[in-house]
């Protein structure tokens, strides 16, 4: 597999002209500053009245028909309405304008050939410009001409400027870029839109005991256990210890609920009769809308709910409510946690479900996507390469979707959002896809948006108040390698409203104090987690236009914890970079005891003496030590933020079977033999880990074993050295004692053995519980 150049994955400054002039890193003011402004010639085609009938009827199916040059978009159609009203908006990109002439045109809708009705002409050089924050121009009418130029019956309401993307008009109105696009549902999925991520809450079902339950046979102690479903999530208890008719479990089951809610929590008890046959003694719906909200650790009251039994008479399911049989809980919605929907490493959000726990924003995240450059060929279109790309953004609840840039491989898209932000230490994800539901789209549901690339900004590292202008590498995994699939242009600026506000954020407990007061385990993290990016799924695919399930869970980072050796590798050498630094410490005092730089080891000895002889120096010394390091790092601080690093994570040398590895699903498709080999590998790494993490037991052990009298000879004289060292050290002064033992461990290698310290083989002849193991 040939390795691309490095080069190609490097992060690029640029230097855009935004709003209007060239950004040099200093905060602009201007609406809509972060983007280059885009000119668009705007139509407005509000109604029309008095229009003359055309069939033999007289009546008229009226549209209108927006023409400038090569482009032409239609409103819809009315049938026989001679004074129909539209309200639609046409935009007309001005680097593509090639006509001197704007022209208008009523028709009638035929199915042979539709009928010229009536058109207004526009000079474009006499069109007004108009900027926001002005007022929307006004529409006016204009009286319909014929195809000579004059005056017949019928006026049209029209309204024409030029703007920018910054109108309000833009999101919502056709573009002559999207002129190929064919149907309503198509055209609704190239517009841009902003998403909000459902309200997710943990729901708590304490399950405390049941209260007189009728098993069906009543010859045998039941083994009752108590089933919780809530839409896809299903959980139960472990079967009551207690075998009676009043079982008793005292055991917390989670889920997560999104509003609004619409499915309730349905309970069953159920008596396991048989290995694979459970009979339901009774069962309750609960509505979550009426259960109690927690946002605190204070404990809620428990209350008593009643059973329902279903039973079978004549082939019909009836209810026979048992109110003798009842089930004692406690249910709440936990207002105090924050639902992990995210990777923890990438959060974008770490607020309280309960928005009265909510502290003020500390800042604002604005977002100008630029553009792209170098798009790779997604798919093929009338037998040639095209990709229709858009940019997804995500930060917090709130997601943002770009229109979609139809047949390009260098898009424009020039969009600005803005986010509050509470919390700096929070990631933005921006991904970049390749709408396949043009023309139509797929009802069938099968097409899936291909993803091009991702990108994630951490704004802890951002400077506040600075424009930051760079073009990223869109950087995608393939089972063939690492591929560089374009480049994309972003405009960030982080603005801070109150620097002690989020200097104080810095001392404050990363998640909400709920997760440290009654902290989930790591199981019931992942579990949950899993849920709730489901719901997340499943409620942005059933927007309209829906922000598909494939690019919701691209986003999310969803799958992130299976097995890969290629990350496992990454995070090994992690591991080892992290260590490097007392390493190469390790070293350079190994350097000073073997005297390699005698002046070098001359001054430490120095050094030390001071430090001894006034001890109230050494965490002055130290803390001024670290002040100068970071002081002298300063001038290499990093100027960029960071991006996709292809060594770090080991993609640009990964083997191919270990990427085929990676891309599998699970459970496994590939051949037997294939899996085969990768387990005896795992098994190999994981006997290396086995060494290694007994070895570490071992050491720990001989530790435990210097006071257990395993050995009683290495015990005694371990006892007899602590009462000697104890006495001599309590006669000693400590100073003394500190320099005697830094001159030995520095002394001059004329005076050092190649063999081990006696301390060292005694500890090397502990015994271990090794003998042991079987």
Same mark, same amino acid.
């Given at each position: 597999?040939q390795r691309p150049?490095?080069?190609?994955f490097?992060?690029?400054?640029t230097?855009p002209?935004?709003? +209007?002039g060239k950004?040099?890193?200093?905060?602009?003011?201007?609406?809509?500053?972060l983007?280059e402004q885009m000119q668009?010639?705007?139509v407005?085609v509000?109604?029309?009245?008095?229009?003359?009938?055309k069939?033999?009827t007289? %009546?008229l199916?009226?549209?209108v028909?927006?023409? @400038?040059?090569n482009?032409r978009?239609?409103?819809?159609h009315?049938?026989k309405?001679s004074n129909?009203e539209?309200s639609q908006?046409?935009a007309?990109?001005?680097?593509r304008i090639?006509?001197?002439?704007?022209?208008v045109t009523?028709k009638?809708?035929?199915?042979v050939?539709d009928d010229?009705v009536?058109r207004v002409m526009?000079? @474009?050089n006499?069109i007004?410009?108009r900027v926001?924050?002005?007022?929307?121009?006004?529409?006016q *009418?204009?009286r319909?001409e014929d195809? !000579?130029g004059?005056?017949v019956k019928?006026?049209?309401m029209?309204a024409?400027?030029m703007?920018?993307?910054a109108?309000?008009?833009?999101p919502?109105s056709w573009?002559s870029d999207?002129?190929?696009?064919?149907?309503a549902d198509?055209?609704a999925n190239i517009?841009s839109?902003?998403y909000?991520?459902p309200?997710l *809450?943990?729901?708590r079902?304490?399950v405390i005991e049941?209260q007189?339950?009728i098993p069906?046979?009543?010859?045998?102690?039941p083994e009752?256990?108590?089933?919780a479903?809530l839409g896809?999530q299903?959980?139960?208890?472990?079967?009551?210890m207690?075998?009676?008719?009043?079982p008793m479990?005292?055991e917390? #089951?989670?889920?997560?609920?999104?509003?609004p809610f619409?499915e309730?929590?349905i309970?069953?008890v159920?008596?396991?009769v048989?290995?694979n046959?459970d009979e339901?003694l009774?069962?309750c719906a609960?509505p979550l809308?009426?259960? =109690?909200r927690?946002l605190?650790?204070?404990p809620?009251?428990?209350?008593w709910y009643n059973?329902?039994?279903?039973?079978?008479v004549e082939g019909?399911?009836?209810k026979e409510i048992?109110?003798a049989?009842?089930?004692?809980?406690?249910?709440y919605?936990e +207002?105090?946690?924050h639902v992990? =929907?995210?990777?923890?490493?990438y959060s %974008?959000d770490l607020r309280?479900t309960a928005?009265?726990?909510?502290?003020s924003?500390i800042?604002?995240l604005?977002?100008g996507?630029?553009?792209a450059?170098?798009?790779?060929?997604?798919?093929?279109k009338d037998g040639r390469a095209?990709?229709?790309a858009? /940019?997804?953004a995500?930060?917090?609840q709130?997601?943002?979707r770009t229109r979609?840039i139809i047949?390009s491989f260098?898009?424009?898209?020039?969009?600005?959002?803005t *986010?509050e932000?509470?919390d700096p /230490?929070?990631?933005i994800?921006?991904?970049?896809?390749?709408n396949?539901?043009?023309?139509?789209g797929?009802?069938?549901g099968?097409?899936?948006d291909?993803r091009i690339g991702?990108?994630?900004?951490?704004l802890s590292?951002?400077?506040?108040?600075r424009?930051?202008?760079? %073009?990223?590498?869109l950087?995608?995994?393939h089972?063939?390698?690492?591929?560089k &699939?374009?480049?994309?242009h972003?405009?960030v600026r982080?603005? /801070?409203?109150?620097?002690?506000? &989020?200097m104080h954020m810095?001392s404050?407990?990363?998640?909400?104090?709920?997760?440290?007061?009654?902290p989930?385990t790591v199981s019931q993290?992942d579990?949950?987690?899993?849920q709730?990016?489901?719901i997340?799924s499943m409620?942005?695919?059933?927007?309209?236009?829906p922000?598909r399930?494939?690019?919701?869970e691209?986003?999310?980072?969803?799958?992130s914890?299976?097995?890969?050796?290629?990350?496992?590798k990454? !995070?090994?050498f992690?591991?080892m970079g992290? @260590?490097?630094?007392?390493?190469a410490?390790g070293?350079?005092?190994?350097?000073i005891c073997?005297?390699? !730089?005698?002046?070098?080891t001359?001054?430490?000895?120095?050094?030390?003496?001071? #430090?001894?002889?006034?001890?109230?120096l050494?965490l002055?010394?130290?803390?001024?030590?670290l002040?100068?390091?970071?002081?002298?790092y300063?001038?290499?601080?990093p100027?960029?933020?960071?991006?996709?690093d292809?060594?770090l994570?080991c993609a640009d040398?990964?083997?191919?079977?270990?990427l085929?590895?990676e891309f599998?699903t699970?459970p496994?498709?590939?051949?037997?033999?294939?899996v085969?080999?990768?387990?005896?590998r795992l098994?190999?790494?994981?006997?290396?880990?086995?060494?290694?993490?007994?070895? #570490?037991a071992?050491?720990?052990e001989?530790?435990?074993? #210097?006071?257990?009298w395993?050995d009683?000879?290495?015990?005694?004289?371990f006892?007899?050295?602590?009462?000697i060292?104890?006495?001599?050290?309590?006669?000693t002064?400590?100073q003394?004692?500190a320099?005697?033992?830094?001159?030995?461990?520095?002394?001059h290698p004329?005076?050092?053995?190649k @063999?081990?310290s006696?301390?060292l083989?005694?500890?090397?002849?502990l015994p271990a519980?090794t003998d042991?193991m079987?």
């Amino acid at each position: 597999m040939q390795r691309p150049p490095q080069e190609d994955f490097s992060l690029k400054e640029t230097k855009p002209h935004l709003g +209007g002039g060239k950004v040099t890193g200093d905060k602009l003011t201007s609406t809509y500053d972060l983007v280059e402004q885009m000119q668009y010639l705007y139509v407005r085609v509000v109604k029309a009245k008095d229009l003359p009938g055309k069939d033999v009827t007289g %009546s008229l199916d009226p549209y209108v028909e927006v023409r @400038l040059g090569n482009y032409r978009g239609t409103t819809r159609h009315f049938e026989k309405k001679s004074n129909p009203e539209w309200s639609q908006v046409f935009a007309f990109s001005k680097d593509r304008i090639q006509a001197s002439v704007l022209e208008v045109t009523v028709k009638d809708k035929d199915l042979v050939k539709d009928d010229f009705v009536g058109r207004v002409m526009f000079d @474009l050089n006499e069109i007004p410009k108009r900027v926001p924050p002005d007022s929307p121009l006004a529409p006016q *009418w204009y009286r319909l001409e014929d195809r !000579n130029g004059n005056k017949v019956k019928g006026e049209l309401m029209l309204a024409v400027w030029m703007g920018t993307q910054a109108d309000e008009a833009f999101p919502e109105s056709w573009h002559s870029d999207a002129a190929t696009v064919s149907g309503a549902d198509a055209l609704a999925n190239i517009r841009s839109k902003v998403y909000l991520s459902p309200k997710l *809450w943990y729901l708590r079902v304490n399950v405390i005991e049941a209260q007189d339950l009728i098993p069906g046979d009543r010859s045998r102690f039941p083994e009752v256990y108590v089933k919780a479903i809530l839409g896809n999530q299903a959980l139960r208890t472990r079967v009551s210890m207690s075998k009676t008719i009043n079982p008793m479990w005292n055991e917390d #089951l989670m889920f997560v609920a999104a509003e609004p809610f619409e499915e309730p929590l349905i309970l069953s008890v159920e008596d396991r009769v048989a290995p694979n046959k459970d009979e339901v003694l009774g069962r309750c719906a609960i509505p979550l809308q009426y259960i =109690d909200r927690r946002l605190d650790h204070r404990p809620i009251n428990s209350k008593w709910y009643n059973l329902e039994k279903h039973i079978i008479v004549e082939g019909e399911k009836k209810k026979e409510i048992k109110f003798a049989s009842r089930l004692h809980m406690r249910l709440y919605l936990e +207002g105090g946690y924050h639902v992990l =929907d995210e990777s923890t490493h990438y959060s %974008s959000d770490l607020r309280p479900t309960a928005k009265q726990l909510w502290k003020s924003s500390i800042g604002v995240l604005e977002l100008g996507v630029l553009n792209a450059q170098g798009l790779s060929p997604m798919k093929t279109k009338d037998g040639r390469a095209t990709t229709d790309a858009y /940019c997804v953004a995500k930060y917090g609840q709130k997601w943002v979707r770009t229109r979609t840039i139809i047949d390009s491989f260098a898009p424009k898209w020039n969009e600005q959002y803005t *986010w509050e932000v509470f919390d700096p /230490c929070t990631v933005i994800t921006i991904g970049v896809f390749d709408n396949c539901h043009l023309h139509g789209g797929d009802k069938s549901g099968g097409a899936r948006d291909s993803r091009i690339g991702k990108v994630r900004i951490r704004l802890s590292t951002l400077e506040t108040d600075r424009v930051y202008t760079h %073009s990223y590498p869109l950087l995608v995994l393939h089972p063939t390698g690492v591929k560089k &699939m374009g480049e994309i242009h972003l405009a960030v600026r982080f603005t /801070c409203s109150s620097l002690m506000n &989020m200097m104080h954020m810095y001392s404050q407990p990363l998640l909400p104090k709920m997760h440290y007061i009654h902290p989930l385990t790591v199981s019931q993290l992942d579990s949950l987690r899993h849920q709730a990016t489901q719901i997340v799924s499943m409620r942005l695919n059933r927007a309209e236009p829906p922000l598909r399930k494939e690019i919701v869970e691209y986003m999310l980072d969803v799958g992130s914890h299976m097995w890969s050796m290629r990350k496992s590798k990454a !995070n090994f050498f992690r591991i080892m970079g992290v @260590l490097g630094g007392l390493i190469a410490i390790g070293k350079w005092f190994d350097q000073i005891c073997n005297w390699k !730089n005698p002046i070098t080891t001359v001054l430490i000895h120095i050094l030390f003496l001071i #430090l001894v002889l006034y001890p109230e120096l050494i965490l002055p010394t130290i803390f001024l030590y670290l002040f100068l390091i970071g002081v002298w790092y300063y001038r290499w601080r990093p100027r960029n933020p960071p991006h996709m690093d292809t060594r770090l994570s080991c993609a640009d040398n990964a083997h191919p079977d270990e990427l085929d590895e990676e891309f599998d699903t699970f459970p496994t498709s590939r051949p037997p033999d294939i899996v085969r080999m990768r387990y005896d590998r795992l098994r190999s790494i994981a006997g290396r880990i086995q060494t290694v993490v007994g070895d #570490l037991a071992t050491q720990g052990e001989r530790l435990q074993s #210097l006071l257990s009298w395993r050995d009683p000879r290495a015990t005694a004289l371990f006892v007899i050295f602590c009462l000697i060292a104890a006495i001599v050290l309590y006669v000693t002064p400590f100073q003394v004692v500190a320099l005697l033992t830094g001159f030995y461990v520095l002394r001059h290698p004329r005076f050092r053995h190649k @063999l081990p310290s006696a301390p060292l083989n005694f500890f090397r002849r502990l015994p271990a519980r090794t003998d042991c193991m079987l």
